[in-house]
Structure formats: structure tokens, C-alpha cells
């Protein structure tokens, strides 16, 4: 009878239990789920659509798509469009200047001051004398980027402010890290709450049958088995003695021990989670994530190029010769200039030389995002290898992802091809041949 009435109370705390978990689990899909509070990549945006013909009128939306891209990825970590950063606001250029004088400034800017060109000099003294770097963009590219400002201008709320600062809340592109946090926050509160409403039910239910074994202790109406059984204790002995408890635990532990072997000698070689200290605190997660730094800014070959380049001093210098001058580890790049030397920065994505890889044609010719090989990058504060970079891992990526032939006419035969053999099996890159030896050996 006094064990009836204890299910009301365990019932009440499993109820309590189940309502903790359900509104957890409703709150961090809501969060999961929210399209609103997806980020945005750096550098996903860094191989543009093709740049509009020069000349091209400044509401050409193709012309404007383009600049954009072209704007973020070249121009953004010196110039707003309203606001003066490190260079000057760029909104009315076009009536302060001519884009016969724009494009020759935007190519060499250096040649246009030597050359004794009045605005030219005195844009460059009213800075600072702070030089801008020359930009390798065709004439229809500059001409997209001056048909995107020239869009932007008196657009509030979509520019950085002079310290960098990341991106305004109504920009499509802005992050929303704080928004993650707090649901990430309000997670860890409610498991804290689960784990604490759980152990108070433990511990309440302990009381009550301790309490429930003296009162029937107190009864008189009991006899030597029923004694005998309020006061049996549990003899954990009898667990690690059993048979089958000790083979089942030595069963898992080769099980374990093996596994961890072959682990080992499989990873043999392998840099995956390779993390060193850097010459320079340099943080991925500021520059890229915060600021959204196109990755192609600092990393110019990124899409042109065999390998992506790690930047020069001279990069560092477009910001920081106006921006956290005092910061010591800023005063290091200063130190690297004036001795004339590289910054020795320690290398951490390094494919055997067996291997080859060629980093544009994947980038530029097929469209892979930063993210892809090195993962979040945006959100590291000391960059690690994050993917392990093995022949497996390559071929199935290989083996996975279809290839772009859309407007591509050396491929529409080999298409048909696979077509009429394959039905509706994906076009792949290892259909056309990207897991042959020789692709990468050789």
C-alpha cells in the first residue's frame, strides 16, 4: 500500500523530465533550423561572375553583380562607398573623376602620382601618403566595380565602419555568431537544469525508501521472510565475479586495444589536426569572420594560380599602416619590412611532392569554396589542418561531386556519352577521369 502511493511522485518528476527535454530539443531545432541564422562563408563569393564589357552602363544588374563581388574581394578593406575606411569614401568618383583617369589609377596608382597628376597627388598626400597596391583587373572589371559603387551610393547599412567593423544586421551577408551563442547558452542551461532535476529525483527517491524500510521495520505483522528481505543489501561482488561480465569487459578491451592500433598505424603520416604557433598571432577569425575579409585579398593567387599564396608584408601593410599601429604583434610585420625578410610562417597544408595538385583549377574551374578542404576557417583563431588530405579522401570527393559542363562545349560529347551509358548516374569528375593514376601522378 505505502509503495502504491510513491508511483504519483515518480510519475511527476518522469513527466517533469520528459517536458525539460522536449522544449530543449524544440529549442535547438528552431535555432538549427532558421535560415536566418545561417553565416556566410568569406571568400565564397571571390570567383565572380564575368565582369561586364567596359563602358557598360551603371544600372547593368550584371555589371553591378560583378563589382560586387570584384568590390568585396579587392577594394572593401580600404574603401565604403559612403564612408571614408583607410581610402576614401568612393560615392560620386564618377562625376569627381573620369574612368579614363579611374582605370589607369586603379592599375598603378604609384605611376599616376610620379607622373605629377594634381589629384593624383593630392589624394596621396590628403592620406597620408599611404600607397594603394596595383590592381592586375582588366578595364571591364574596374568598370563593374564603379558601376557597383555607383549603385551603393546613399545605401545605409550595408558598409564597415573605419575600425572594420563586421557587417551591419540588415546585410544578407552579415554573420550570426551572437545569435548561435545564445542558443548554444540557453541549451547548456536547460541540460543543467535536467541534470540537476535528476539528481534531486534520485536523491528523493533514496529518502523515501529509506524512510518506507523503517516504517515497515516498525510494523509487527511481518514475519522472518519479509524481514529478511526489507534488510538484503545488494552485493556488488557477484557483478565482477560473474563469468559473463568479465568476458564481455575483456572482449571490449582487445575490442578497444585493436581498434586503437590500427588506428594508429593507419594515421601514420597523417597531419590531420596539425595546429602550430605562428611567428604572428594571426587570427582567421577576425580578419575572416568578423571583418569578412575576402580570402582571395590576402590570398591573390588563390584562384589563378597552382598554389595560394601566403601573403606578403605588403598586404598586412594596406590596413595596418593606419590600423592598431602599436599592436605588438603588428610591430613585427614593421620589423620584417625594415630587415628586408619574409615572415617565417610555418606551413600547415603540405601534399607529399608524389602528388599533384593544382589549387585554381578546383577554386576557379570548379567552383570549390575555401570551406571545402579547410573547413571553417572563418571561425579559427590559429588556423589547423582540418581535413586529413589523403588519396582516399580526395578520390571520394572525386567520385562524389559532379562536374560543371554547363556552356562548356569540350564536354557536351563526353556527356552524351556517359549519358547513353549511365542513365541518370551524375556526370562526375572521376567520369572523366579524375581517378586515374596519372591525374596526380605522374
Same mark, same amino acid.
Given at each position: 500500500m505505502d509503495s502504491i502511493r510513491l508511483r504519483p511522485l515518480s510519475r511527476l518528476f518522469l513527466v517533469l523530465s520528459l517536458w525539460i527535454v522536449s522544449v530543449g530539443s524544440s529549442f535547438a531545432q528552431g535555432t538549427a533550423a532558421d535560415p536566418s541564422k545561417a553565416g556566410v562563408a568569406p571568400g565564397a563569393t571571390a570567383a565572380a561572375a564575368p565582369a561586364a564589357a567596359a563602358g557598360a552602363p551603371t544600372g547593368d544588374a550584371a555589371a553591378i553583380a560583378a563589382g560586387d563581388a570584384l568590390f568585396k574581394g579587392n577594394c572593401a578593406q580600404c574603401h565604403a562607398v559612403n564612408e571614408v575606411v583607410v581610402g576614401p569614401a568612393l560615392a560620386g568618383i564618377t562625376k569627381r573623376r573620369p574612368m579614363s583617369w579611374i582605370i589607369p589609377w586603379v592599375k598603378n596608382s604609384s605611376k599616376l602620382v610620379a607622373s605629377g597628376d594634381e589629384y593624383a597627388v593630392k589624394i596621396f598626400n590628403q592620406y597620408q601618403k599611404q600607397q594603394m597596391p596595383s590592381f592586375q583587373l582588366s578595364d571591364a572589371e574596374i568598370t563593374s566595380i564603379i558601376a557597383y559603387t555607383t549603385s551603393q551610393e546613399g545605401v545605409k547599412g550595408k558598409e564597415p565602419s573605419n575600425d572594420n567593423s563586421?557587417?551591419?544586421?540588415?546585410?544578407?551577408?552579415?554573420?550570426?555568431?551572437?545569435?548561435?551563442?545564445?542558443?548554444?547558452?540557453a541549451m547548456n542551461i536547460l541540460l543543467i537544469v535536467l541534470v540537476v532535476v535528476l539528481i534531486v529525483l534520485v536523491v528523493?527517491?533514496?529518502?523515501?525508501?529509506?524512510?518506507?524500510?523503517?516504517?515497515?521495520?516498525?510494523r509487527k505483522d511481518l514475519d522472518g521472510r519479509d524481514m529478511e528481505v526489507i534488510d538484503q543489501r545488494f552485493?556488488?561482488?557477484?557483478?565482477?565475479?560473474?563469468?559473463?561480465?568479465?568476458?564481455?569487459?575483456?572482449?571490449?578491451?582487445?575490442?578497444?586495444?585493436?581498434?586503437?592500433?590500427?588506428?594508429?598505424?593507419?594515421?601514420?603520416?597523417?597531419?590531420?589536426?596539425?595546429?602550430?604557433?605562428?611567428?604572428?598571432?594571426?587570427?582567421? %577569425?577576425?580578419?575572416?569572420?568578423?571583418?569578412?575579409?575576402? #580570402?582571395?585579398? !590576402? +590570398?591573390?593567387?588563390?584562384?589563378?594560380? %597552382?598554389?595560394?599564396?601566403?601573403?606578403?608584408?605588403?598586404? #598586412?601593410?594596406? !590596413? +595596418?599602416?593606419?590600423?592598431?599601429?602599436?599592436?605588438?604583434?603588428?610591430?613585427?610585420?614593421y620589423r620584417a619590412i625594415e630587415r628586408k625578410q619574409p615572415i617565417q610562417w610555418v606551413r600547415i597544408h603540405n601534399l607529399p611532392d608524389l602528388a599533384y595538385f593544382n589549387h585554381s583549377q578546383h577554386t576557379q574551374v570548379g567552383g570549390i569554396e575555401c570551406q571545402t578542404c579547410h573547413g571553417p576557417i572563418q571561425n579559427m583563431e590559429v588556423v589547423y589542418q582540418y581535413s586529413p588530405l589523403t588519396m582516399g579522401w580526395c578520390i571520394n570527393c572525386h567520385r562524389e561531386t559532379p562536374l560543371n559542363t554547363k556552356g562548356n562545349g569540350y564536354y557536351d560529347n563526353l556527356v552524351k556519352l556517359h549519358d547513353s551509358e549511365n542513365g541518370a548516374v551524375p556526370f562526375t569528375v572521376s567520369s572523366n577521369g579524375g581517378t586515374e593514376c596519372s591525374k596526380c601522378h605522374y
Open positions: 563586421p557587417k551591419a544586421e540588415g546585410d544578407p551577408t552579415a554573420t550570426s555568431g551572437g545569435d548561435a551563442a545564445d542558443g548554444g547558452k528523493t527517491l533514496v529518502i523515501i525508501a529509506n524512510i518506507m524500510k523503517d516504517v515497515l521495520r516498525g552485493d556488488f561482488s557477484k557483478i565482477y565475479k560473474s563469468t559473463a561480465v568479465r568476458g564481455i569487459v575483456g572482449t571490449v578491451f582487445v575490442l578497444a586495444v585493436l581498434y586503437e592500433t590500427i588506428q594508429g598505424a593507419m594515421g601514420v603520416g597523417l597531419q590531420q589536426g596539425y595546429q602550430p604557433t605562428q611567428p604572428i598571432a594571426f587570427s582567421h %577569425k577576425l580578419h575572416a569572420g568578423e571583418h569578412q575579409i575576402n #580570402c582571395a585579398y !590576402c +590570398h591573390t593567387s588563390v584562384y589563378k594560380s %597552382k598554389s595560394a599564396n601566403i601573403p606578403s608584408p605588403n598586404i #598586412c601593410m594596406n !590596413c +595596418h599602416s593606419q590600423i592598431k599601429t602599436e599592436s605588438p604583434e603588428i610591430k613585427k610585420i
